[in-house]
């Protein structure tokens, strides 16, 4: 069973260009979760999505960013006009249906580095 | 989500079992304990979690004390490649909030 896949694994982008990053979870499960990890700092909550749902986006940046989770495909998360201070780890977790325990399963992360 | 307290680091010899502690004393009732770890630059892995009762799987066990103020996670023969930075995490689960928060976890350095 494969796990949780992300890609691309590294990617450069210049100021004010675009990065699409992508997240095919487990299979079988249908919840998406996007954390993001700065230099030197921990991981923090970005984004949870069900299939073409939004559920809880709190921890997502009001400006530039947005994320996705089609019926069919990856979820896409999308970063336009990066900037600098984007550069970061961006880990994708995926979890089952809806249980009383949600156990997140990570990716391997995609790493942005903005020039 | 309760928070919780961790050691910053700790050091355990090779072949020994490592305990790493947390405490999350203000837990309620219907809050499950997580242990996650990230190995460096790598995604975090999930370890183990419970609620009341002491959980043991193939990679460790969890011992929760009985108020549930703290827990211990133990890897019983610690390899080198069990380096890396340990993350003990409180969270309630329900439909609308399900994000894990993640601390400044327990760096744990198996020596040779």
């Known amino acids: 069973n494969a796990g949780v896949m992300q890609n691309p694994r590294h990617l450069v982008r210049r100021r004010g260009q675009e990065a699409r990053l992508r997240c095919s979870p487990m299979k079988g499960h249908s919840h998406v979760y996007w954390y993001r990890q700065l230099p030197e700092e921990g991981l923090k909550f970005m984004v949870y999505?069900?299939?073409?749902?939004?559920?809880?986006e709190s921890g997502m940046p009001k400006e530039r960013f947005s994320a996705e989770f089609p019926k069919e495909g990856p979820s896409i998360l999308r970063i336009q006009q990066v900037v600098r201070g984007d550069s970061a780890a961006y880990f994708c977790?995926?979890?089952?249906?809806?249980?009383?325990?949600?156990?997140?399963?990570f990716g391997p992360g995609t790493r942005l580095t903005v020039l | 989500d309760a928070k919780t307290t961790q050691p910053p680091s700790m050091d355990c010899a090779e072949g020994r079992a490592a305990n790493l502690p947390c405490n999350h004393s203000?837990?309620?009732?219907?809050?499950?304990v997580y242990w996650y770890r990230q190995i460096h630059s790598q995604g975090p892995q999930y370890i183990i979690h419970?609620?009341?009762n002491n959980e043991t799987n193939e990679m460790a066990s969890l011992i929760i004390t009985e108020d549930r103020k703290s827990s211990t996670l133990i890897l019983p023969h610690a390899t080198l490649r069990d380096t890396a930075v340990y993350y003990c995490i409180v969270r309630v689960v329900n439909m609308g909030r399900r994000a894990l928060t993640f601390g400044s976890g327990t760096r744990l350095q198996v020596q040779p």
């Open positions: 419970g609620l009341k």
């Open positions: 977790a995926s979890s089952p249906s809806p249980q009383d325990t949600d156990t997140q399963y």
């Open positions: 203000t837990i309620s009732g219907n809050e499950y």
């Open positions: 999505l069900q299939k073409e749902n939004i559920i809880d």
